[in-house]
């Protein structure tokens, strides 16, 4: 892969690292993820579902969804005037897998863990 492809790849993840770093994002993915809903494919919980299991707002739960939707980790589907959020993983883990492998595969372990800093 060359460095331009490595480029690309690391600022598609970005989106990905954004949505998965706070906290009351992995608290909706959490949710999202231990609902019985999730574990026997009748997918998704409306948005007072997910405010009931959080106790966030309703406008700070839309708020992390959207960003969750962006990053490919979250879909919705409508069913009257209701949207249900469910998790989608399979493009997004994808995305982070390519980054994963291309670090263990070209990057030197020692860079990996100590960084350039020469601190071996």
């Known amino acids: 892969m060359a460095n331009s492809e490595f ?4 600022k598609s993840c970005m ?7 706070d906290e009351v994002r992995l608290s909706i993915i959490e949710v999202l993820a231990s609902t019985d809903s999730f574990q026997t494919n009748v997918r998704g919980m409306n948005v007072n579902e997910i405010t009931d299991q959080t106790n966030l707002s309703r406008p700070a739960i839309s708020h ?24 989608t993983f399979g493009e997004s883990t994808r995305k982070l897998c ?11 372990p020692v860079q990996l863990i100590y960084g350039d800093s020469g601190n071996r």
């Open 7 to 10: 480029s690309e790849l690391f």
């Open 98 to 108: 390519t980054l994963g492998q291309y670090l263990q595969n070209f990057m030197d």
């Open 64 to 87: 992390h969804l959207k960003i969750l939707k962006e990053a490919g980790l979250v879909s919705a589907r409508q069913e009257g005037t209701a949207n249900y959020y469910f998790l």
């Open 15 to 21: 989106p990905l690292f954004i949505a998965l770093g």
